[in-house]
Structure formats: structure tokens, C-alpha cells
């Protein structure tokens, strides 16, 4: 079964990639505070539709290139302004 993450666009000045971030938060084992993690991805994203803001759903894939291996499955929402 294929990954999948909700991630926000962070840039777009690549033709047909666009980097996303995903964070999540998680809790210390031993002392149970929460803290946030982000990991960078960069998305394959075809039709060059997502810009700096959106919030869009990915889906892991074969490597498409050195760094890609992932594809940008819908945009969820759309960056205000």
C-alpha cells in the first residue's frame, strides 16, 4: 500500500516539482511533551497546478528522477490571496 500525506507547498519554481512540507506532531516518550517534525518532499505535479500555499494531498510512486518520488494526487485547498 502506497503512502499518503496531507502536505503544504513551500515552493514552485521548479518546472513540474513542486516541494511540499509535511508536518506532524509527536509526543517524548519519557518526559510526554509534543513537539512538531516536518520532513521536505519533492512532488511530481504534472500540469504545473500547485502554488506556494495550497494544502494538497501526495502519494508515494516509483522514482521518477534522483528526488522525485512522489506524485501530487489533488489540491485540497487553494492558498488565500
Keep these: 500500500m502506497k503512502k499518503r500525506f496531507n502536505a503544504v507547498v513551500t515552493?514552485?519554481?521548479?518546472?513540474k516539482t513542486v516541494v511540499v512540507t509535511v508536518s506532524e506532531?509527536?509526543?517524548?516518550?519519557?518526559?510526554?511533551?509534543?513537539?512538531?517534525?516536518?520532513?521536505?518532499?519533492q512532488v511530481h505535479d504534472e500540469k504545473n497546478?500547485?502554488?506556494?500555499g495550497?494544502?494538497?494531498?501526495?502519494?508515494?510512486?516509483r522514482p521518477i528522477s534522483k528526488h522525485k518520488s512522489w506524485v501530487?494526487?489533488?489540491?485540497?485547498s487553494k492558498a488565500e490571496g
Aim: aromatic fraction near 8%; avoid cysteine; hydrophobic fraction near 35%.
Design 11 to 15: 515552493s514552485d519554481k521548479q518546472d
Design 25 to 41: 506532531s509527536k509526543s517524548h516518550p519519557i518526559y510526554k511533551k509534543r513537539y512538531k517534525v516536518s520532513r521536505k518532499f
Design 49 to 52: 497546478q500547485a502554488a506556494v
Design 54 to 61: 495550497d494544502m494538497v494531498e501526495i502519494e508515494e510512486s
Design 72 to 76: 501530487l494526487v489533488k489540491i485540497i
